[in-house]
């Protein structure tokens, strides 16, 4: 791995909580570190090598000693070691468990205090076989420790979690589909698991067998994933080459800490905790995290910390993570696709069809009030006669059937950026940091609006960034994700970054062409152009003023539209503007097409239009050149195209610029 910037001398903002420059837990292929006794401790019963189906495994409190080599639980896809309490399973040095891709699960079984350590576990599952389900401690039994381990190589995940289990200085490494995960039924008013410890592991290459393929959407994969936890210390661990998530909490997580791991190179996020509560996230590394969904996703952030619809509350635990918000301070980050992204989907929340947790609600509404079996799989999230809602638009109902993006602080981080070594393609949402919601006023019954939600995690919700440092052209992401620069950020009415500092210089708007490079010049896609009616637009090779694309449009009535579609616009500020751009004739009589620009205010009200038109077109490009005026209160720009032509006319249309004419 390149040296760091951190390693080359970058400012360390807290001195005595220090990022980790190097990854802590060098775990896999540590043959030292996870060797186990050469002979069995006292009093140890050994386990021969070779086929253990016959092997009596039913021994309470025992010792059982793995001797090297090999060992398999038969041809049955059910043989499995069944855990016994207090039961200690060690391994010496290469004592082996293979499933041979013919066992589902290594260890099961809710017993008590086991202990497994010194063992390679690996080839459990058979194809895609485990989905969502765990090889060791298949049934999140409690009291657990796993140490020392090799888990590798398994459908599922490699290991699952209960209550009170400690997982420590263990290599899971390419499972198909998580290193860790957990699951234990909902417990009415409380959490369903507690007090888990993740430390020194190395977790890497996970979702081998890649499962957002096999099921699209289901949001099932990552280096690990928490769920319905209270209480977690997540500590010095080496989260690393996941093809998906690196750390995922999803779902009515509460008091976590992450703090002291080397998150890095991961397909997606670095840490996303949603619909969670109460979190610190502190002095950990964050490095080439999320490229490969960044590429993916152009329409929003790929962060390496993503805040989804979670926040800080004072009801709830908070022990763990020291205080009733969620901390994100003294990080480094180094080239991840985006910074941190804080998010809230205004019509996600209990009872509605944005709850993809359809079986849960709040720690604050309990889901047992919808009537019928609790089915945790197939409930149906709408439910005509749950509060939320029957009594949704009045208190308690109105705050607590909602996760909030609330009281957050992102405080005295290292942010480092360069464009020319993360792989930004054509997304602009490359080197963001972001404060958004989004959603659609697209239920007529919910009382939460989209202008509302996104009102209240703005300005309203206590989400504050602070002290942090900047290097690169960093960009920030407001309210529907309109991007501006690091002064407006400061500027009023958003107030963030204060005692922030950037490398970058900038004014208060937008520099340069304001229009994203492809719907500008139409070089790398079509870009944001799209048939609004009668008109069908396509990226065409055959014409182009600069290049080798331009836009054409093809008119199929003698009234026709064109947009950008990006409502509310582009990001732009007051002033005088200069629009250029170059139009050329095809065929037919497309009459007189008109580029039309809307200035609007925050609130997306349009503040005043202006339309340039281009006159004569013929077949030869001509260049269309205007001023323009964004007036007082401008916060973006919506751009549309329209005219009156003859049906089967076409024309040509390349090099659209926006830009400040003032110096």
Known sequence: MAATRQQAGARQVDASLQWPAEPPARICGD???LAGPQTPPEGAITVPAGDNS?????RPGAVLWFAPGVHTLGDDIYGQII???????????GAIIDGRNLNLYAFTGTAKNVKIRYLTIRNFGRGLDNNNEGVVNHDAGDGWLVEYNTITGNDGAGVFLGSDNVVRYNCLKDNGQYGFSMFKPPVEGDSAIKNIVLDHNEIAGNNTDDWEAHEPGCGCTGGGKFWDVKGARVTNNWVHDNKSVALWADTNNIDFLFEGNYIADNHDEGIWYEISYNATIRGNTFINNAWMKGQNNHGSPAPAIYLSESGGDARLASSVSGAAKIRIYDNYFEDNFSGVAIYENANRFCNSNGNTSKSYCTPFVSPNQIPGPYDYDYLDP???THPCYTQVASEPYFTDCRWHSRNIE?????????PDAVPCGTSEYCGVQALIATGADNLPWSPYTVSGVQDQVMFNANNKFANNHYYGPWQFAKRWGERISFAAWQAAPYLQDAGSTSDQVGGPGPTGNIVDADTATLEGSQGLWNSWYNANLSRSSEQAH????????D?????WGAEVANYPGYVAGPGAMAVSFWAKGGGGAPGTPKLALEWRDESGHVLSTDVIAVENLS???QQVSAPAQAPAGTSTVLITLVGSGSAGAWFFLDDLTIESAQE
Request: aromatic share 20%; glycine share 10%; proline share 2%.
């Open 619 to 621: 077949t030869s490009w």
């Open 410 to 418: 992102v405080t005295g981080n290292e942010f480092y950026f360069d």
């Open 83 to 93: 855990t016994r309490e207090n039961t200690t399973y060690v391994g010496a040095p």
């Open 382 to 384: 709408i439910n005509a």
């Open 546 to 553: 600069g290049g080798s694309y331009s836009l054409r449009v």
């Open 555 to 559: 008119i199929t009535d003698s009234y």
């Open 54 to 58: 016959g092997f009596d495994f039913n």
């Open 31 to 33: 043959t030292a570190l």
